[in-house]
Each structure stands twice: as C-alpha cells, then as structure tokens.
C-alpha cells in the first residue's frame, strides 16, 4: 500500500473504489476511444495502483467488471470486428530500477529450481510510443490488420495496414522456412505502427498551408490514421511499424494460435521477423540479471532524443518461451515482461502571456502562452492552465520560468513555476469579470470551478457551437473548418447552426477563399447532414453533457425529436446510463430558450424528419433467460450453425461472446475439433456445451418459449 495514504475502514474504502473506477473508466475512454488523454501514464498508473492496493486490502470489493481486470477498449462502430487470436495484453509498468530489481528477484523465486537446469536471461527493447497492430498472413499472403480494440477484438483495418511500405502483400516465396518447424500455413506478426518524428513534421507543415488543423502528435496522429476509412489518405500519411512478436496460427481455423511452432526464445522469434522481411527495432540487448538489465535501460534512455520516434521506456522480457510459460499471466499482462517508464519529459521555458478561450459551452478557460521549446519530439507553444483554482493554486503568473511536461502524449501543461527565479516584474493575472469575446459579465456557480460566459449570441460561443455541430460525431460536414466558420459569422451569414442550411451555393462561392467547387462540396455535405443518423443528430444539438454514448440512448429511446422534447426528468433518469442530473440537465436544455429556438429554428430548415434513421435496438434482456448476462466463448467448428449465427443467436438472449477464456467466461460451446480453449476451459472447470446442448438451450429458452 501507499506509504503516504492510511488504510481506510471497508465503509470508506467502497467509497474510493467506487471513484476510483469510474475516474480509471474515464480515463481509459480518452485514452483509447478518443485518443486524447488528459493525465500522464504516471499519473494514471498511481490511480490503478491505488485500486489494486484496496481491491488486495479488501477482496469484497472486488469485481469482474473493475478496470483492474480489464484492458482498455479503443473499438470504433465504423469498422467490422474480428476477435484476436489470443488476448492483447498489456504489460505492467515501472517508473524505478528498484522494480526492475524487485521484477527480477521475483521471476527468480517463482522459477526456483527451473534456473539450476535453464539460465534466466532478458531482453531489453524499446517501448515503441504508437498503437499497437496486429497482422495475419495465409499462405504468404497478408489477409488481415486488426487493431488491439478491448484486446479480444480488434477493428479489422486490412486495406489500412497494406498501405504500409513495410508491410507486404506477398512474401518471398521461402517464407514457410523461417519457422523453426514444417508445416505452417498462416502466422501473425503484432507490434507498434507509428508515425516517425520526420513524417510527423512534414505533414504538419503541409497541413499549415493547406489551412488545416495541426496533428497534435504522432502518437494520436497514428492512432487517428489507423481508424480513417479512407485508405488513400491513410497511405498519403505513411505510418511505419516494429513488429515484436509473431506466431504460427493453426491451419484452416486460422484464429487459433498453434503452440507447436512456436518459437523457443524472444531472440530467435526477432530474428524470424527479420528474415521474413518484415520489420523491427534495431535496438535488442540481452541480460542475464538486474545489473545488466539497468546498463541496457540507461543505454536505451540516452538514445531516445536521437531517434526519428517517439519511446517512451523499455520493454524487459524473459527470453526463454518455456520460462515464459512457466510463470504465465495475469488477467491483464505477462509476468514475464515489464515496461520501464522514462520519465516524462520537461522542459523550461518563459510565460510569455495569458490568453483567455470561450468554449461551446461558454466555460473561459486560462491558456499559457509560451517562448517555444523543444519537448518529446515536438514544438510547445501553449500549454492550457484549466481554471483560475489551478493557476492560483500554482501562483502562475505571467513572465514566470516554467516548467512544462508532456507525459507520453499528453497535451503540455504547466507542472510548476520556477518561483526562485522571479524578478518581481511578473504579472498575476485575475479571474475576468467580463467575457474576452463579448464583453458580457461572467459568472461561476457555486460548487464550480469553471468561469462562463452566459452570452448565448457570444461569438465565441457561437463558433464553438458551429464546430460542434459540424464534427465528425454530429453533422460530419466536410469543408466546414473553423475558418470558415469563422468567416460565416463575421459577415453575419450564419449565427446558428440552422442558418447553415440557409447558405447559398453562389453566395460561398464568392466568399474570399471560396470558390466553385468548394462550395458545391458544402453543399452537398450539408444535405448529406440531414440524413444523418438520428443518434449523431441529438448529439449534434450540443446538450450540456450528452456525449455520444447518452446520445445513443437518447435516439434509441425517443423515435424523434417531437418526442424527445417532451421526456420528463423522471423518464430519461429510468434509461439505462442516465441518471437524475443529466435527466434534469436535458429537459432544461429543451425547455431553455436558447434550447428551445435552436430546434425550432432547425426544424424550419427541417433538418429533423418525422422517421429518423433509428439506431439497431438494444438487446432486451429477460431476468428468466439462462442466457442472459452470461459471458461465452465459442470454439471449433459446429454444424449446423456459423460462430457468427450463434454469437448473434446468444447475444439476442443477453448473453456476451467474447474471443478467449477465462476466469470471467461462464460457459464454453465447443464445436468439433476444439482445441486450446476447451483444455483451458476444463482446467478451469467452466460449463461447456457441446453443439446439441447448445442448440437444446437455445430452443428452450427462445422469448415466446418454443
Ligand atoms: S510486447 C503481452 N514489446 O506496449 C504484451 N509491447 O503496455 C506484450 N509496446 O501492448 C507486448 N513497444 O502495444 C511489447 N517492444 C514492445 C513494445 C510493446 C510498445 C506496446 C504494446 C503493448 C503495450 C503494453
């Protein structure tokens, strides 16, 4: 446990785990679905510590469903799902060498007399800082790319991954004899697709002239690159790829690892990656104990600024397979790897100014204005200071020396002011008391830290509400950046996301910077946003703290928006994932008047239609079906159904399918020929049906009882 923190009683400790998950869950959604993380790995690291800690102090708290038993899920509705062969995992991480050492003198207890017949060796690699991509070949041939997803199913981005240079249609003919065995028909290869510093930047400088919006860094620029639909930009960009890891998949299946061709060590499976032509880290280095461990981490650590990428620590992995195995995983990493942490990086540098930002929702948010300096690959400006608690908490002022640090991928941020540095001539800067755009009085609730501007015609929030209409979750209208939204408003031709519609295509054509063909593609995208689907429309409108998934709810639940107007608090606080706050939250947002003119003035434009495009319905799921909130595993080959038929039979009972077993998975259906999960799922004394029970409980527990 935490040195600094005291054990709580069980009353208290319920309490934070409760936070503390819901903040892990939070975190985990920026991090992998939006890709826009706003605390650093450390950061996060000591919140998921703190809630191991509490779970081992008091085991009834534990639960299947905590973030500490799942790995995070990045998955994305626009591309088709396929599950992972085995799990992607991740590894766990430290920030000392004390735990590396911590690390190695464990293996060595848990392996105990193994080491007097094998040596214990490591190797040491760098953490690539990109998102994580697996890649299966058949008979030479590359026929998927997935994406590590919740880490059981990815997104399928095939026609992404064979934009890589790297990455091979076809490979050389004697392919089949870098594996150690005969006999292998298919295999994969996973690792880390990245964009180097280079490419980074060069794409960066043409997306300036081009009046586009700056990548914010490689890292959420790969991700982002790997999810675009259009393979044409996705080439355009040029990501690359490390492979480190790869494996014989069993014939046929095709999704079955095959444990027989495995590789015996870490080294030799590098080497085969090699040779197969696919790519990989120049820096591997063996260790045979924690001294050498450290040589290795100190040596990788003074290279990093000299690489066109971005690490950001060290991978340490037992190099023996059978060593490997023998210690195993837990539910969420190996125990035979560990991830070394750099330190975040930091740097110095002068605040040169404090700006002031209006959002869409009016919130004023302090923003520093740095001397640009040089940190994690890119070039710092800005960094945000979030609100005027924070800043005076930290006494920033304007001229301090400050230091500023980007854990990862993380957006710059201000971590302390050099204050033994001060001359005297800094400059506090106090909370505003008008709005910087309108000038209109701001006002801070009580329980709030937020400042806002209550302006509704706020220009600021005007453009705010513009862009958030516009974007690619609400209207996803093309050729409608912020610079013309900006020009749209000054000459007055739009004030509200209905005025849009309202646009003549000759009128833009003759607006500087626009021409023809330009605004013939706002044009069309605009009536293109009016068939979108009903669930992007309501999240379209910008209800204070309706979020896609609320959104789905909403549209899910109200057939449109004639009725969604009318729910009552009471109502939407029934609907799963909504609860009283945002009930109320809603029905003010309709009944206020800004609300309220909003969806007359986009129904005069009718931009709402009486039969919206409904989203699929949620699966109801009856208290009595033996189904229902059970997790299955499907596996071999069944007769007379597909997987993907069964999956979707169980899943119309409320039941959950996921790709491997484990101690979460309450039933196994094994068709013919099952192989790995079945011997786990006995081990592990999971119920198992074989395709006849199977089909039996399906009949007899269909809704209408047949
Ligand atoms: S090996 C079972 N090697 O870091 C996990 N992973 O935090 C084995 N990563 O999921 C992964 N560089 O996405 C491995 N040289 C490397 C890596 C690496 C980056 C990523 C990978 C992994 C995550 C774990």
Not at 544 to 555: D, K, R
Request: net charge negative; glycine share 8%.
């Amino acid at each position: 446990m935490d040195q600094g923190k005291k054990s709580p009683d069980l009353v208290q400790a319920r309490a934070e785990v409760v936070r503390l998950r819901a903040e892990i869950q939070h975190h985990d959604r920026l991090y992998y679905q939006d890709a826009s993380p706003e605390i650093t790995d450390a950061q996060y690291d000591s919140l998921d510590r703190r809630l191991q800690d509490l779970e081992a102090l008091y085991p009834e708290l534990v639960d299947a469903d905590s973030p500490t038993a799942a790995v995070g899920a990045d998955t994305d509705s626009r591309f088709s799902n396929a599950p992972h062969s085995r799990p992607m995992l991740s590894l766990a991480n430290s920030y000392e060498l004390a735990e590396v050492e911590a690390f190695d003198a464990r293996l060595r207890k848990d392996l105990g007399a193994r080491l007097e017949r094998e040596a214990l060796s490591y190797t040491v690699e760098p953490k690539m800082d990109g998102v994580a991509l697996a890649v299966r070949y058949t008979d030479g041939k590359l026929v998927m790319g997935l994406t590590r997803g919740d880490g059981k199913n990815g997104d399928v981005i095939t026609n992404n991954a064979a934009t890589f240079r790297e990455i091979p249609s076809v490979l050389a003919a004697d392919w089949a004899d870098k594996f150690p065995t005969a006999g292998v028909s298919s295999f994969e290869v996973r690792g880390e697709a990245y964009l180097s510093l280079s490419r980074f930047q060069t794409l960066n400088v043409e997306r300036e002239t081009e009046g586009l919006e700056q990548l914010a860094n490689p890292r959420n620029a790969t991700a982002g690159t790997l999810k675009t639909l259009d393979s044409e930009e996705v080439r355009r960009r040029q990501l690359s790829v490390f492979f480190y890891q790869l494996f014989p998949l069993q014939a046929g299946a095709g999704v079955e690892p095959e444990a027989a061709h495995e590789f015996p060590d870490h080294i030799t499976e590098m080497a085969a990656i090699e040779a197969l032509g696919l790519p990989t880290n120049s820096f591997l280095r063996e260790a045979v104990d924690a001294a050498e461990l450290e040589t290795h981490l100190v040596e990788l650590e003074g290279l990093r600024t000299s690489l066109d990428y971005q690490i950001d620590g060290a991978v340490i992995k037992v190099n023996s397979r059978d060593l490997q195995n023998l210690v195993g995983f837990t539910a969420k990493a190996p125990r035979w790897g560990l991830a070394f942490k750099f330190a975040a990086e930091e740097a110095v540098t002068r605040l040169r100014e404090i700006t002031l930002q209006v959002g869409r929702t009016g919130v004023i948010t302090p923003v520093a204005e740095l001397e640009p300096v040089a940190l994690a690959g890119s070039t710092v400006s800005r960094a945000t200071l979030h609100n005027w608690d924070e800043m005076e908490r930290k006494d920033i002022r304007i001229g301090d020396q400050v230091v500023v640090v980007k854990g990862g991928d993380i957006i710059p941020k201000v971590l302390r002011v050099l204050v033994e540095q001060r001359t005297g001539d800094e400059v506090q800067v106090p909370q505003p008391a008008e709005c910087p755009v309108c000038g209109e009085p701001t006002s801070r609730a009580e329980d709030e830290v937020a400042l806002r501007c209550l302006n509704p015609l706020c220009p600021a929030v005007l453009a705010g509400r513009l862009r958030h209409f516009a974007s690619r979750n609400a209207c996803d209208i093309e050729g409608l950046g912020g610079r013309s939204i900006d020009l749209f408003l000054e000459t007055k031709m739009v004030q509200g996301p209905g005025d849009l519609f309202r646009l003549k295509q000759d009128v833009v054509a003759a607006l500087p910077g626009w021409g023809d063909k330009s605004a013939d593609r706002l044009m069309q995208s605009l009536a293109q946003a009016k068939a979108r689907p009903w669930a992007a429309k309501v999240f379209a409108l910008g209800i204070p703290q309706v979020g896609v998934s609320t959104a789905l709810t909403l549209a899910r639940n109200f057939k449109n928006m004639a009725a969604l107007r009318q729910a009552t608090a009471e109502g939407l606080a029934d609907l799963p994932d909504i609860g009283p706050i945002v009930g109320e939250t809603i029905v003010a947002f309709f009944a206020s008047e800004g609300g309220a003119e909003l969806v007359a003035d986009l129904n005069d434009v009718k931009f709402f239609r009486d039969e919206e495009d409904l989203p699929p319905p949620e699966v109801v799921v009856t208290g009595d079906n033996w189904f229902a909130g059970k997790v299955f595993v499907l596996t071999g080959t069944m007769e007379s159904m597909t997987r993907d038929a069964a999956r979707k039979e169980i899943e119309a009972l409320g039941g959950k399918v996921t790709g491997s077993v484990s101690k979460k998975t309450d039933c196994l259906v094994a068709g013919a020929k099952a192989g790995s999960k079945l011997t786990k799922a006995e081990k592990l004394g999971l119920e198992i049906l074989d395709e006849e029970s199977f089909i039996k409980r399906l009949a007899a527990n269909q809704p209408d009882g047949e």
